[in-house]
Nanobody, 122 residues
Framework: VQLQASGGGLVQAGDSLRLSCTAS????????MGWFRQAPGKEREFVAS????????YYAESVKGRFTISKESAAQSVYLQMSALKPEDTAVYYC????????????????WGQGTQVTVSS
């Protein structure tokens, strides 16, 4: 399956932004969908994940309380609502899938789509 992330942009600190990740095919109930991000010169890091069957969620400590991951089965899409954005949230955001929950290692995720750039100015 191909995953396409979209919705990035340039915002100011404190603003909100909603990212979307749409699958080209079916997302199976056994899958866990995740969002990662990669800032320049840094490794790709886990942001949030959601279990497709139960909608159970898991977040990195750095975004807990500010970001919300959700899904829409009919649209085969996963969303990342980002609020109270900070300059350190600036990164390319990617979505991918895994079968494990919770799973934060990027090495356990597959079908990486091309990311979407989020830039937060101070």
């Amino acid at each position: 399956v191909q995953l396409q992330a979209s919705g990035g942009g340039l915002v100011q600190a404190g603003d909100s932004l909603r990212l979307s990740c749409t699958a080209s095919g079916r997302i199976y109930s056994s899958w866990v969908m995740g969002w990662f991000r990669q800032a320049p010169g840094k490794e790709r890091e886990f942001v949030a994940s959601i279990r497709w069957s139960t909608a159970r969620t898991y977040y990195a400590e750095s975004v807990k309380g500010r970001f919300t991951i959700s899904k829409e089965s009919a649209a085969q899409s996963v969303y990342l609502q980002m609020s109270a954005l900070k300059p350190e949230d600036t990164a390319v955001y990617y979505c991918a899938r895994t079968g494990d929950f919770p799973e934060t290692s990027r090495h356990k995720y597959f079908d990486w789509g091309q990311g979407t750039q989020v830039t937060v100015s101070s």
